[in-house]
């Protein structure tokens, strides 16, 4: 027997077990068989409470399977009525939301105002030690208008506080009080849990009585798989059926294989390189800056090394799918004669050395992309230093330290789409800053200061364009999200880190 | 219990004492836990607040006085990411990890043991140069590197075993193939050599003078005499085994300690890293404590001597 004659073998095999189910399938004809899903994730689920955690890709996605928000967020990235069926604005300083009539958490407790206050002071009470509260820090009260009608006091105004609700997962108190959360759940979600094995997997079962569209997979098992070789040969093996987070280059190997797909989406969170403008060389010299915004070949970047798959940023921090993205900015220009020109003229030529900070195990390719844009600006005759260093190490030096280098590649996404938290981190007081500007800051706080969305879409305009020509900040692109999925499934795939079973159809 | 044996076990509690300790300090070097725990944007106030919530406000020595005070009592704290105590964390990782290093060591002394003797025995033939051959490639070979062919091989090509996980024998046996090659290559290349110095020795001249059967003389007077030091280097290789596979663990999606470590480590999730360290230099000592006990089982002059 030759070595290849092995894989015939395992075909015929897979021919006979599948007419074996034909035949049973005819002789049964009764209900259609459960519809099991399994997806990979990279990293661990470490929690199931949804306060204890804000990671969306791994705990906050396992989580919201089981627990359900007021406001969802859809594939398409539009929001859409979950536990609440309206919301509106009341003035700048409140939300008021209606809810649906008659929900119940599995165990048969209310799914009323009275529930959802309880939650917010949950997430409020410093004794929780909530890792989301940052996210609703902003409500001061909680006022129960009627068992059906709640209504969100804010400090100040929020205008994406429906946005973030999408990311409140809604826990039942009496149930809370009684249980450790963080290793069981039980919710008014569309599954419920069935086992947690940390470090393994979590697998759910579709619930028989719950309100809301029934999804298309009776189990769901989410299996933790770090190495990103061992995921993608997992999928090909037949052993997982959707994995996303590896680099763009696979997929071309993946479809190769002929038996799964892959592809990707643009994603959300935008990288670019912050250069730190409190201190030399990169205090007020706005040459420099912009010599090295031209200096910097974003096309080649993206095709070179995420073969095309990034979406080259329009020189703002926000991509389409944000509210504020300002349409009239474009990419910035590959232009190293006038980046020579300008470092010139800065008195910096062939004479500027700066240290990169590159946070690793984090984002992307960031070793690979980091050595293309140093070897670029070498070519301006700029003497890039890279500092590698671990993610962790990199946000403690960042944002505790207030220690940043020359300069860093960085990544930022915003969670609820929304002009307003991203651009705050240019604001001069935000310790992330590392540029002080009182015309933007000002600007910015106005924009925040309302929740009116014609207002506010004014005033990001001018906010974006400002950021692109006048701010230490070097926008490349938005990384995509890659994926790989079984031939029998279809994601509906989203740039914000969400994996929901519930956005998965059978095909 | 021997003299010595109980000087040993006070040796070992020092030295699990200096691990927690060294690992108590460095951890708190390696900086702010809020800052990873609470999302980007976060104030500093809020940032203060959650410090406050994990007692990481309180100065150095406190936190390490009341760290050794619970610790004593098996009392590691609560695990910043998990949410309830890291020591269950740790110890509901301890099987699969036992597990693992269970059957990978049980491989390298089963087929490690008999090619070194057989190389021993047939010293100088195409057999002994085989099992160099081949051991030193074991040697040499990173596990990462051979877990990753292992899969691609017999998961994803031939269907036989899954690519991953943990719950049955068959997601046991590449993870444990992967870690005992390093195993079975050591044990092997030690216990070669170790024979072949023993078979120098003047009482094995003795014995085959005496007209002992070759047989005898390689059971009784070679094979127990070389394996004071393939037991000392067995013992350590199952110290690593049972802390130090997080590379094996990863590739194979095992949920193992040495994983959880290098995840509590990148999180700054300081419980669970002491927690771990504590329960692996224990189980380290433990195995020395245990290969102590075999010298004496194998050389009656150490049982003498105490």
């Known amino acids: 027997m030759s070595s290849t004659s092995l894989l015939p073998f395992r075909a015929s095999l897979a021919m006979r077990t599948s007419l074996l189910a034909l035949s049973l399938g005819a002789a049964a004809a009764g209900p259609a068989a459960a519809r099991d899903l399994t997806i990979a994730l990279s990293s661990n689920v470490n929690t199931l409470d949804p306060f ?47 809810l649906r009539e008659g929900v119940t958490f599995s165990n048969g407790e209310k799914l009323d105002a009275e529930a959802v206050k309880w939650n917010v002071e949950r997430v409020l009470d410093p004794k929780t030690a909530a890792r989301n509260k940052p996210w609703f820090a902003s409500i001061s009260e909680v006022k129960v208008v009627s068992p059906g009608v709640v209504e969100f006091v804010t400090k100040g105004a929020y205008p994406d506080l429906p946005e973030q609700m999408s990311m409140f997962l809604l826990m039942p108190p009496k149930w809370t009080a009684e249980n450790n959360p963080a290793v069981t759940a039980l919710g008014s979600g569309p599954y419920e849990l069935v086992r947690f094995a940390s470090g393994d997997r979590v ?67 935008g990288m670019f390189i912050k250069l730190n403008a409190l201190r030399a060389p990169f205090k007020d010299t706005p040459k420099v800056w912009r010599a ?65 900070e590159v946070p690793t195990g984090r984002y992307i390719q960031a070793s690979d992309i980091a050595q293309v844009v140093a070897s670029q600006l070498g070519e301006v005759g700029v003497t890039v230093k890279l500092r590698e260093m671990e ?69 990001y305009k001018t906010l974006t364009k400002q950021l692109c020509e006048d701010s230490p900040s070097i926008f490349l692109f938005f990384t995509p999200i890659t994926y790989g999925q079984s031939k029998g499934i279809a994601w509906q795939a989203r740039g914000d880190d969400w994996v929901r079973a519930m956005d998965v159809k059978t095909r | ?171 046991l046996v590449l993870p444990a193939v992967t870690l005992a090659c390093f195993t079975t290559a050591s044990i092997a290349r030690l216990l070669r050599s170790s024979m072949l110095d023993v078979m120098r020795d003047d009482y094995v001249r003795t014995a085959y003078a005496k007209g002992l059967p070759p047989s005898r003389v ?39 300690v040495g994983r959880l470590i290098v995840q509590a480590i990148e999180t700054k999730d300081f419980p669970v890293v002491q927690a771990g360290v504590a329960v692996v230099a224990t189980i380290f000592v433990g195995v020395n404590l245990l290969v102590d006990l075999l010298y004496t089982l194998i050389d009656p002059r150490i049982r003498q001597a105490s």
């Not at chain 1, 359900?68 to 979950?82: A, E, S």
């Not at chain 1, 990103?228 to 997992?234: E, H, L, N, T, Y």
């Not at chain 1, 403690?396 to 915003?414: C, E, H, M, P, Q």
């Not at chain 2, 500093?44 to 005070?69: K, V």
Request: neutral net charge; charged residues 15%.
């Open chain 1, 391 to 459: 993610f962790g190490a990199f946000m403690n030096k960042y944002i505790v330290g207030k220690n940043l280098g020359d300069s860093a590649y960085f990544g930022l996404g915003w969670p609820t789409l929304d002009a307003g938290g991203l651009l705050n981190f240019w604001e001069t007081e935000n310790p992330q800053s590392y540029w002080g500007n009182a015309n933007f800051t000002d600007a910015a706080k106005a924009a925040r200061s309302t929740n009116d969305p014609a207002k506010r879409m004014a005033l």
């Open chain 1, 203 to 269: 697998v759910l079962k579709a619930r028989k009585d719950y309100w809301g569209e029934k999804p298309a997979f009776d189990n769901v098992t989410f299996r933790i798989i770090p190495e990103d070789s061992s995921r993608i040969a997992a999928l090909v093996a037949g052993d997982v059926d959707l994995v996303t987070g590896f680099p763009t280059s696979e997929i071309a190997r993946i479809k190769a294989s002929g038996k799964v797909d892959a592809s990707s989406v643009p994603g959300t969170r």
């Open chain 1, 52 to 98: 204890k955690s804000t990671t969306v890709g791994t705990d906050l996605s396992v989580a919201a399977h089981i627990y359900t928000p007021l406001v969802d967020r859809g594939p398409d990235m539009k929001l859409r009525p979950g536990l609440a069926t309206k919301w509106e604005a009341v003035g700048d300083t409140a939300w008021r939301f209606t």
């Open chain 2, 1 to 171: 219990m021997p003299r010595h044996l109980t000087s040993r076990l006070g040796e070992g509690l020092i030295a699990i004492w200096g691990v927690v300790t060294i690992v108590f300090v460095v951890s708190r070097m390696l900086g702010d836990p809020a800052v990873l725990l609470l999302p980007i944007g976060a104030t500093e106030e809020q940032m203060r607040e959650l410090r406050t919530q994990l007692g990481l406000d309180l100065p150095l020595l406190q936190q390490y006085l009341s760290f050794l005070l619970n610790a004593v009592k098996g009392d590691f704290g609560q695990s910043f990411q998990f949410g309830r105590p890291a020591l269950s964390v740790v110890l509901e990782r301890l099987p699969a990890t036992a597990m693992l290093a269970g059957s990978a060591l049980a491989i390298g002394i089963l087929i490690g043991g008999t090619a070194g003797a057989l190389a021993a025995i047939h010293r100088g033939s195409a057999i002994e140069a085989l099992v160099l051959l081949v051991a030193l490639l074991g040697q040499a070979t990173p596990s990462f590197w051979l877990g990753i062919m292992l899969i691609l091989l017999f998961a994803v090509q031939l269907g036989w075993l899954p690519t991953g996980g943990y719950g049955t024998w068959q997601n």
């Open chain 1, 292 to 356: 090295l915004n031209l200096a910097i070949d974003r096309k080649a970047i993206n095709d070179g090394l995420l073969d095309g798959l990034g979406e080259i940023s329009a020189c703002q921090p926000l991509s389409p799918t944000y509210f504020g993205f300002n349409p009239d900015l474009k990419p910035i220009a590959y232009d190293p004669a006038q980046a020579k020109k300008l470092l010139a003229e800065a008195g910096v030529a062939n004479s500027l050395t700066m240290e990169l």
């Open chain 2, 218 to 256: 390689f059971t009784w007077h070679v094979g127990r005499n070389s394996l004071i030091p393939v037991v000392t280097m067995t013992g350590i290789l199952a110290g690593e085994l049972l802390g130090g596979a997080a590379v094996t663990e990863t590739v194979f999606s095992w949920p193992g």
